[in-house]
């Protein structure tokens, strides 16, 4: 069992090592001088007087991974925190993760920024170019209880920007195909298994899909963190590899476009926004109306008391496989007055193992600290049966394409998605026009 985790921690190492992609340019916001020496104390024959106490620090702390499934976890790390430093109290704040990007940036310029946030990798560069992320480097090297050794060494760099430590990493994520067992059984189809295609997908679903009653085989989202994989699956990337190209209307990514809205229009097996009526797919698959979903390993918990039996199985490939592979960090504002609490928090929320017990014990995604122990006991739990899937599935694990301004493109991109969903745009026509608009993006 040893030699096992050891083998897929090394996996894991590697892998992640493809966040530590090229940033562009941008200063940071330098640190406010701290005072270099105390206070003298004024003379006074009373050798037993007393300094009065300090007063407690109060520090915000912005999340989006936490709501609404994981803040009873995050309570219990916070409870253990103040008790470890006494004198600092962490007050949280969430938003749901479409509107949270959008929520810190008016923060900021509010000035109402709160001094410690979370920030995936694909908006890391966006806030790490506007100068408003501290340089976690001098807070580090004055810290004799930190440890740059208990990361995954390229997890670490993935938040290096331009020299500087401007976030530590905290969790990483993969995306997987989810599917209800029960309407397999009843459908009498075979489970998926990890080499699958699309079209094997596809087979499967039209069994099991019976839209009169409001039940569908498979769900995959068209939307911008769908479509970047599949066309990668497809042999499409949005950039030539210097990035001074845009290529997301090449024959490969029309084409990888045109098979996902055939999932809908064509095939029939996958519901449309109209037919989901405002229900999430999540929602869908619990209540049994969905066979088969793509979403993240951060479902686990939603899932983990449905009435009926599921699994996992690596997400299914086109011409080749690739599979998402998200990483979040956490960020200290540059601007924030209480820099040594904020840094305090940040270091016990991704290098504790206080922390990293809570998070696997919880399912709530898996800390980037490299200790084989922590895999052992997170392949124990279930469901699923297949936790191995998560190992796996970093077999063909991929980032997204990234740019400065990240936001926009990848609204840019989902409007122009929704267009085709709608009818409005054909395919060829949309990206045709994504290309224009991301062309204006870049530098």
């Not at 916070?78 to 949280?92: C, D, H, K, R, T």
Request: charged share 20%; hydrophobic share 45%; aromatic share 12%.
């Amino acid at each position: 069992m040893k030699q096992k985790s050891t083998f897929l921690f090394i996996v894991m190492i590697l892998l992640v090592a493809l966040l530590a992609i090229g940033c562009s340019s941008g200063e940071t916001a330098t640190p406010s001088e701290e005072s270099s020496a105390a206070e003298s104390v004024a003379d006074t024959d009373d050798s037993t007087a007393e300094e009065p106490s300090a007063e407690p620090i109060t520090i915000t702390y912005f999340t989006f991974s936490a709501a609404p499934d994981h803040l009873g976890e995050l309570d219990q790390m916070i409870a253990i925190f103040e008790e470890q430093n006494p004198g600092i109290n962490v007050e949280v704040e969430t938003a749901p993760f479409d509107e949270y990007f959008t929520k810190l940036q008016a923060l900021i310029a509010g000035g109402e920024a709160p001094d410690v946030f979370e920030l995936n990798y694909e908006n890391f560069v966006t806030f790490a170019a506007k100068g408003v992320l501290a340089d976690l480097t001098p807070l580090a090297e004055a810290d004799a209880d930190y440890s740059a050794d208990v990361f995954y060494p390229r997890s670490l760099e993935a938040f290096n920007y331009n020299g500087r430590q401007l976030a530590l990493p905290a969790t990483f994520s993969t995306v997987v195909m989810f599917y209800n067992k029960d309407m397999f059984d009843a459908a009498g189809v075979d489970y998926p298994t990890n080499d699958w295609s699309w079209d094997d997908a596809v087979a499967a679903a039209a069994p099991m899909t019976d839209a009169n009653a409001g039940v569908w085989g498979l769900h995959s989202g068209i939307q911008f963190w769908e479509f970047y994989k599949k066309a990668a699956q497809n042999g499409c990337e949005f950039f030539n590899e210097d990035m001074t190209e845009v290529t997301i209307d090449s024959p490969a990514c029309v084409e990888t476009l045109q098979t996902m809205i055939d999932f809908i229009e064509t095939d029939g097996v996958m519901p449309s926004d109209t037919d989901m009526a405002g229900l999430s797919d999540g929602d869908m698959f619990t209540s049994q109306q969905i066979a088969m979903t793509v979403t993240g390993i951060w479902m686990f918990a939603a899932f983990a008391d449905a009435p009926f039996e599921w699994d996992i199985a690596v997400e299914p490939g086109m011409e080749t496989q690739a599979t998402h592979f998200f990483s979040n960090g956490v960020s200290v504002f540059a601007a924030t007055e209480q820099r040594e609490a904020a840094w305090a928090w940040a270091r016990f929320f991704t290098s504790s193992s206080d922390m990293a017990n809570i998070r696997i014990e919880s399912g709530w995604e898996l800390p980037t600290l490299n200790n084989p122990e922590y895999v052992e006991g997170y392949l124990a739990q279930t469901p699923p049966n297949s936790r191995q899937v998560v190992f796996d599935s970093l077999n063909y694990a991929i980032v997204p394409p990234v740019i400065e301004r990240q936001n926009e493109m990848q609204d840019a991109v989902n409007q122009l998605l929704d267009q085709v969903k709608l009818g409005e745009l054909t395919p060829e026509e949309a990206l045709a026009e994504a290309k224009v608009q991301i062309e204006e993006l870049l530098p």
